[in-house]
C-alpha cells in the first residue's frame, strides 16, 4: 500500500495579477519513495510550486501537508524551510572555501564524532566523490559541485530531496551518471525526489511520476509512459517529444482524416515503408544524429519528421513512401 508523504491541496499563488505567474489552483499527492518530476518551460511555475513545498514561499491560498502536517511558510518560523526536507538549487549553497568533506560534515552535530565520519563517508561513496575528499569546492567542476550539493543534502536523514533544476549545469555526459545515480539512491534509502526541469529527458529518464505545467496550469499527472504516449495537451506533446503538430487542411493533405483542429505525432511514429496506406514523400533535409537520422519529408507542401535508423539509407532529394501509423487528435 502507497503511503502518502506529500499533499498539496488547491495551492495558489500569484506574483502579478496582470498576467499569468506562479501556480493556479494545483492540487496532487506524493508517495513515500517517489521520485515525481515536474515538467514545464520556464516559466511555467516550476520553481514556485517547489518553493512553497519546501516552506520558502507562502501561498496566497491553499496547503502544502507533510506527513499529515502543514508546511509553515516563511512568516510562520525563524529559519524558513522544513527539517525533514532538503533543497538543491542551481547555486548548490556550497561553502566555497571548504574541502569537501567538510561541507558534507557541516551537517552532521559533533554528539558523535566517529558516527559522523562514518555517514559523512558513506554518503560521499554513495555519489562517486570520495576520491574528492581533500579537494576544495573551487577546484571542481559543476558536475562535481552538484554531487557535493546532493550529498550535503542527503546526509542528515533527510525525508524528501527537492531539485531546482538539477542538471543544469552538468555536461551532457555526467548527466545519465548522476540521473541513475538519483534514481539508485532514492530506492536504496527510500527518499522521496521531487526535481524540477524544463528538459523532458529528465522526467523520462528519472521519475515514477510526471506533472506538466504550463502557465501555472497543471496539464497533467500520470506515468511517464502514459504521458508520453497519451499527452491530453499539444504542449505536452511539443515539451516531450518535439512532436510533429499540423492543423486539420494540413493533415487531409497527407491522406490523415480527421475532425479536429489540429494533430501531433512523434517522428518515430512514422513508418518509412511501402504499405497499402503509405504516401509518396520528398527527402528534404537529412540530419545526422548518430546512430540515426532525422529526415525532414515534404508532400503537398507539407513537411514533417521522421526517423531513420538505418544511418544514410536514404538521401537529400530521394522520393520514399511513409506512412503516419498513429495520430493524436486535438
Known amino acids: 500500500?502507497?503511503?502518502?508523504?506529500?499533499?498539496?491541496?488547491?495551492?495558489?499563488?500569484?506574483?502579478?495579477?496582470?498576467?499569468?505567474?506562479?501556480?493556479?489552483?494545483?492540487?496532487?499527492a506524493i508517495n513515500k519513495g517517489e521520485i515525481v518530476a515536474i515538467i514545464g518551460e520556464s516559466g511555467s511555475g516550476k520553481s514556485t510550486l517547489l518553493k512553497c513545498m519546501y516552506g520558502l514561499l507562502k501561498p496566497d491560498s491553499g496547503e502544502v501537508v507533510f506527513n499529515g502536517k502543514r508546511v509553515k511558510g516563511p512568516d510562520e518560523q525563524l529559519i524558513?524551510?522544513?527539517a525533514e526536507m532538503k533543497m538543491v538549487t542551481q547555486d548548490f549553497s556550497l561553502n566555497i572555501y571548504a574541502k569537501v568533506y567538510d561541507n558534507i560534515a557541516a551537517m552532521l552535530p559533533n554528539t558523535n564524532v566517529a558516527a559522523k565520519e562514518a555517514k559523512t563517508l558513506q554518503m560521499m561513496e554513495h555519489l562517486h566523490i570520495s576520491h574528492l575528499k581533500n579537494k576544495k569546492i573551487t577546484e571542481l567542476s559543476g558536475g562535481e559541485q552538484q554531487r557535493v550539493a546532493i550529498a550535503k543534502a542527503l546526509v542528515s536523514d533527510t525525508q524528501v530531496l527537492l531539485l531546482d533544476e538539477p542538471f543544469s549545469q552538468v555536461d551532457s555526459l555526467l548527466k545519465n551518471q548522476l540521473r541513475a545515480d538519483i534514481k539508485r539512491l532514492a530506492k536504496e534509502m527510500g527518499i522521496t525526489v521531487v526535481l524540477v526541469s524544463h528538459d523532458p529527458t529528465d522526467g523520462l529518464f528519472l521519475a515514477d511520476r510526471l506533472l506538466i505545467l504550463r502557465q501555472g496550469e497543471l496539464l497533467q499527472n500520470d506515468s511517464p509512459e502514459q504521458v508520453y504516449q497519451h499527452p491530453t495537451a499539444l504542449y505536452t506533446a511539443r515539451i516531450l517529444g518535439n512532436a510533429v503538430i499540423l492543423n486539420r487542411e494540413e493533415a487531409l493533405q497527407l491522406g490523415l482524416k480527421t475532425d479536429k483542429a489540429q494533430i501531433a505525432f512523434y517522428p518515430e511514429w512514422v513508418e518509412?515503408?511501402?504499405?497499402?496506406?503509405?504516401?509518396?514523400?520528398?527527402?528534404?533535409?537529412?540530419y545526422y544524429k548518430g546512430f540515426f537520422d532525422e529526415l525532414l519529408l515534404e508532400r503537398n507542401g507539407v513537411q514533417i519528421r521522421a526517423l531513420q535508423l538505418n544511418s544514410g539509407e536514404h538521401q537529400k532529394n530521394d522520393h520514399i513512401q511513409a506512412n503516419i501509423g498513429r495520430f493524436l487528435e486535438f
Open 1 to 28: 500500500m502507497n503511503e502518502e508523504i506529500i499533499a498539496v491541496k488547491q495551492l495558489h499563488k500569484q506574483y502579478q495579477e496582470s498576467q499569468a505567474s506562479g501556480v493556479n489552483n494545483i492540487s496532487f
Open 80 to 82: 524558513p524551510g522544513h
Open 272 to 286: 518509412l515503408k511501402n504499405t497499402w496506406n503509405s504516401r509518396r514523400f520528398e527527402v528534404k533535409e537529412v
